[in-house]
């Protein structure tokens, strides 16, 4: 397998055959396991016999789903949970004691932001944000305690980049003893390795492009199989952020599918990008793969492509970026990400509506901002949507009815 290419371990990395011969992988929708014989649980239990033993510690769906995206990723293990919040906490949780501290960028996921800023100080961990694309910020809020910096790349919602390399050179350096954890999801297993950057752990919400078809709730946490193993594992059997046989078999048959839809979908955001940058009404399009992103050169040595989300500004503030989004017929209105379907979100008055207006404008999260993700419809009728809505809204607002009236 370790020769395989990418396309080849997704669909066949982690396959365990029951003894039925399945092609397809077998869900085993089981909570426990029986055992031959009572000494047989108790060697279980001792950790003198190999085998399963209730599915909140492990599962054999969830394994198999754990070893194909681990074979992706390049890491030596893999923990899948319920959600992507569940690995985001369970990675930080196992890194972290009382008396520790953690710097993170800023520009989180509003979910991230409560668990460093507010989750964790009530256990006595501290935590400082700083702007993730200045090293020098990052340096500055190292402290004696620091053992994790916690970062996206590129993030959400304004696609703005951290060195990756830089960060990992940074603990090296300066808190060797120090975990860097980098949530991956925007970037996704396939266009950017923060393990092979130097990174220690990765983590996904695979309810996103992992599923990529809006079903199931998902994460998982990568890395070393000895530190998950003696950190993360104990937290995983004792709390149960574990992730359901159900959805690991989802997420397990789409991983077969993951190269096709995101080298797809990331096609048809690198042409959105650009028509949506001729537009008028549009000030600023944030796209990494655009030679106009300020940290053009940094995507293309970090990143092998730049993904399926869009961010464009549009000239108007909050009224005009409604009118955009309200117009749109094809697009729908979601604060989800990495679906089939296409998705528009306002992030300033929903996924970050509860950050303060001051620290959103330090994030660039300006009230004219929509973060598009791009899904699988054809290039030219996502163009053609987005097109349509943004020469409605740009339309003086008191002489045109709204979409669907019959006088408009
Ligand atoms: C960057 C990022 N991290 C983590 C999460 C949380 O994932 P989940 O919704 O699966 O808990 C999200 C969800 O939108 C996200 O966008």
Redesign the pocket.
Known sequence: MDDWDTATRLVHGGTTRSPFGETSEAMFLTQGFVYDSAEEAAARFAGEAEGYIYSRYANPTVSMFEERIAALEGAEGAIGTA????A?TLALMASVQAGDHVVAARA??G??RYVVEKLLPRFGVESTLVDGTDMAAWEAAIRPNTKVFFT?SPT?PTLSLVDLAALSALRNRTAPDAVVIV?N??ATPLYQRPLALGADLV?Y????HIDGQGRC???VVLGNAQWLKDNAEPLLRQTGPSLSPFNAWVMLKSLETLPLRVRAQSETAAQVADALASHPLVERVMYPGRDDHPQADLARAQMSGFGTLVALSVAGGRPAAFRVANALRLVGIS???GDAKSLITHPATT?HRNVPPEERDAMGIDEGLLRLSVGLEAPRDLIADLTQALDFASRPAASVAPVGDPAA
């Open positions: 959600s992507g919040m569940a985001v989180l996921f979910g991230c996206e959400n949530d999801v925007f983590v919400s695979a309810t996103k709730l998902g994460g604060n989800n990400l996924t």
